[in-house]
C-alpha cells in the first residue's frame, strides 16, 4: 500500500510540474537514445563483418610471402608448382590456388575507364573465393598463354557506359595488352574479407599473367582444409611444406577463424568505446534529473515537513522522492529505447546492413534507466529524508 501510494504521489508531482519534468525528460531520451544507438550500431557492425568471413569460408588459409630480410640477398617468391603441389603434399589440405597481382589502368576504345587490379589466376580460385559469373564463364586451366580475361561488375558497367554494346566477347586493354573478355562478375556480396576487390578488378590465366607482366610473382596462395582438421595444425604443415621447398622464403598464414577471433575482440572494444561516448550525453541528462529533484525537495519543503508531523519517517520521505527520479528515468528510457532503436534502424538503411534488434541494448536501455533514476536521485531524496520537520513547516 505504501509503495502504491508512493507511486501515486510521484506521479501527481511529476504531472503538477510536468514543463520542469518534460525538460529533465529530454535530456534523459537523448542520453539513453545515444547509448542504444551507438551499442545497437556497434553490433550491427560487428555482425555484418563477421559475416563476411563466414560467407567466404572459416576453412580457408591465406598464405602470404613476406619480404625477405636484409641477409638474403635476392627475394625469393612462391613458385607455382610448388603451390599447385599443395594440396597433394599437405594431408590437412584440399585444394590449394595461387594467384599473381598487379596494379593499373584499364583502358576500353582508347580511353581509361578505371583502375584496379588484375591477377593472374587458375580455375580453382573462384571455387575457393566464392567468385560467380553473371554472364559468359570464368578462367579456366585451358587458356594456357591465351589473352582473355574475366573483369568485375564496375569494370563491365564502365564499358558500357564507354559505349560497349556488349561486353563479353569485346576487348579491354590491360597493362597495355589487348584481352577479350570471357566473362562477368556478379557482383561480390564479401568485400572487407578479400584481399582484392573483385567488383573493380581483371582476371586473367596464371600463364598468361607471368608471361604478360614483369613482375608477376606469386605472393599469394588461398587454401582449403580439411573439415576436420584445426587451422593451428593446418598452419603448420603448410610452413613444414614451404620451409622444405626454399629455407629463404618466408610466409605467413593467416586463418579465417583467427581473422573472426580477432574481429570478435576488436568489435567488442569498439562497442565499449562507443558505449563510453554515448553515456557522457546521459550522464548529462542524469544531471538534469539531480537538478529538477532538488528544485522539487526545495519547493516542496512545507509538504516534507507536514508528512513527519503526521508520522512519516526518513526512508518513506526518501523512498518518495527516490520513486520520482526512477519513474522519470524509466519513463526517458522508454522514450530513448525507441529513439535509439530507431536511429540505428535509420543508418541500417543507409549503410544497406541488416537491422537487427539488439537484446543486449534493449535491457541495457532499462537497466541504465533504472540506474540513472536510482544514482542521481538518491542525493536529492536523502537530502529532503534529512529535513527538519520544524524547519520544513516553517517554509513558505
Known amino acids: 500500500m505504501l509503495l502504491k501510494t508512493n507511486i501515486k504521489e510521484a506521479v501527481s508531482s511529476l504531472y503538477a510540474t510536468r514543463q520542469r519534468s518534460l525538460l529533465a525528460l529530454i535530456g534523459i531520451v537523448i542520453g539513453i537514445g545515444s547509448v542504444i544507438a551507438l551499442v545497437s550500431v556497434g553490433s550491427i557492425a560487428k555482425f555484418e563483418s563477421l559475416k563476411q568471413y563466414r560467407e567466404l569460408g572459416t576453412d580457408i588459409l591465406t598464405i602470404r610471402r613476406l619480404h625477405n630480410s636484409g641477409q638474403v640477398r635476392r627475394q625469393v617468391y612462391i613458385r607455382l608448382a610448388d603451390a599447385l603441389d599443395l594440396a597433394d603434399r599437405t594431408p590437412s589440405i584440399v585444394a590449394a590456388a595461387p594467384w599473381t597481382q598487379i596494379y593499373g589502368p584499364f583502358m576500353y576504345a582508347g580511353q581509361e575507364i578505371s583502375r584496379g587490379e588484375v591477377l593472374g589466376v587458375r580455375a580453382s580460385f573462384a571455387d575457393l573465393t566464392k567468385l560467380s559469373v553473371s554472364a559468359?564463364?570464368?578462367?579456366?586451366?585451358?587458356?594456357?598463354?591465351?589473352?582473355?580475361?574475366?573483369?568485375?561488375?564496375?569494370?563491365?558497367?564502365?564499358?558500357?557506359?564507354?559505349?560497349?554494346?556488349?561486353?563479353?566477347?569485346?576487348?579491354?586493354?590491360?597493362?597495355?595488352?589487348?584481352?577479350?573478355?570471357?566473362?562477368?562478375?556478379?557482383?561480390?556480396?564479401?568485400k572487407d574479407a578479400r584481399s582484392f576487390n573483385a567488383d573493380?578488378?581483371?582476371?586473367?590465366?596464371?600463364?598468361?599473367?607471368?608471361?604478360?607482366?614483369?613482375n608477376a610473382n606469386i605472393t599469394m596462395v588461398i587454401a582449403r582444409m580439411r573439415p576436420d582438421v584445426h587451422h593451428t595444425v593446418a598452419t603448420r604443415e603448410v610452413e613444414s611444406y614451404f620451409r622444405q621447398r626454399s629455407k629463404d622464403l618466408a610466409i605467413q598464414v593467416i586463418s579465417a577463424r583467427q581473422l573472426i577471433q580477432q574481429m570478435e575482440k576488436q568489435s567488442q572494444l569498439f562497442t565499449l568505446l562507443l558505449g563510453v561516448v554515448g553515456s557522457i550525453s546521459l550522464i548529462v541528462g542524469g544531471i538534469g534529473v539531480m537538478n529538477i529533484m532538488l528544485v522539487s525537495v526545495t519547493e516542496r519543503r512545507k509538504e516534507i515537513g507536514i508528512r513527519r508531523a503526521l508520522g512519516a519517517k526518513r526512508k518513506d520521505i526518501q523512498s518518495q522522492?527516490?520513486?520520482?527520479?526512477?519513474?522519470?528515468?524509466?519513463?526517458?528510457g522508454l522514450f530513448g529505447l525507441g529513439l535509439g532503436l530507431g536511429s540505428a534502424y535509420v543508418i541500417c538503411q543507409f549503410s544497406g546492413w541488416t537491422f537487427m534488434l539488439s537484446v543486449p541494448a534493449m535491457l541495457l536501455g532499462v537497466g541504465v534507466a533504472s540506474g540513472v533514476g536510482i544514482f542521481f536521485g538518491f542525493y536529492p531524496a536523502h537530502q529532503a529524508a534529512q529535513l527538519n520537520p520544524v524547519t520544513a513547516l516553517r517554509a513558505p
Do not use: N, W
Not at 573483369?151 to 563479353?168: D, K, L, N, P, S
Not at 578488378?201 to 604478360?212: E, H, I, K, L, N
Open 136 to 190: 559468359g564463364r570464368f578462367i579456366s586451366d585451358l587458356d594456357f598463354r591465351r589473352y582473355y580475361c574475366v573483369v568485375g561488375h564496375e569494370v563491365a558497367q564502365a564499358m558500357r557506359q564507354a559505349g560497349a554494346t556488349r561486353v563479353v566477347g569485346d576487348l579491354v586493354k590491360l597493362g597495355g595488352h589487348p584481352y577479350t573478355v570471357v566473362g562477368v562478375l556478379r557482383p561480390t556480396q564479401v
Open 321 to 332: 522522492f527516490l520513486i520520482e527520479s526512477i519513474l522519470l528515468s524509466l519513463l526517458g
Open 200 to 214: 573493380r578488378g581483371a582476371f586473367v590465366p596464371m600463364s598468361t599473367a607471368q608471361r604478360a607482366f614483369d
